[in-house]
């Protein structure tokens, strides 16, 4: 029995001093964000796609992505905390260029030191798939969360070195569809909007 699973990043944010705003409150959709996130929501409608659970990290701007999702689709939201954003540490609320620059960001290797390790990111993630898989089996599930955190899922599934972390496509308010044959994962791809 095929159950699909879409993995979508949260829209825009307004972050007007582009910090690393990782689980700190305060950070909703920008209004770009919101009109990103309301344009999927309308193509998911067109093409109907239909959704057994819709699932989110429980920060605001996640929280905002699914609910407009959700809304559009008819389909109520629930949170769960194991889908919020990748940890970092000491640079919460330092500026993202500073913390691109000295991690390593783009280069290979990253400097982890104080980072969430990804597979601990990807294991927290995988655990909600696992659970979808469950209980919307034959059906589809939504996953509302952060890049880092579906990026080192997507990643763990297709046995990829989290060294080109940096390399998944996954843009504000774009949607990975997954596929899986029971509880074995078959595909990932990007849905193309």
């Keep these: 029995m095929k159950t699909?699973?879409?993995?979508?990043r949260h829209g825009g944010?307004?972050?007007p001093q582009n910090l690393m705003y990782e689980r700190l409150p305060g950070f909703p959709l920008s209004a770009k964000g919101k009109a990103q996130v309301s344009e999927v929501a309308k193509l998911l409608e067109e093409r109907k796609i239909t959704f057994c659970q819709i699932v989110s990290s429980p920060l605001e701007r996640a929280l905002q992505t699914a609910e407009i999702v959700g809304e559009r689709l008819h389909v109520a939201v629930r949170t769960d905390e194991r889908l919020t954003e990748w940890g970092v540490g000491d640079w919460k609320g330092k500026p993202l260029n500073e913390f691109v620059n000295d991690s390593g960001y783009y280069t290979k290797p990253i400097k982890m030191d104080g980072l969430e390790p990804h597979e601990h990111a990807a294991e927290r993630v995988l655990q909600v798939i696992n659970e979808l898989l469950h209980e919307c089996a034959g059906k589809t599930s939504l996953i509302v969360s952060h890049r880092e955190s579906l990026v080192s899922a997507i990643y763990k599934l297709q046995k990829v070195d989290y060294s080109k972390i940096h390399e998944l496509p996954l843009p504000l308010a774009g949607i990975w569809k997954l596929e899986f044959e029971g509880d074995k994962f078959l595909t990932?791809?990007?849905l193309s909007l």
């Design 4 to 8: 699909t699973i879409y993995l979508m």
């Design 13 to 15: 944010v307004e972050n």
């Design 188 to 190: 990932a791809e990007v």
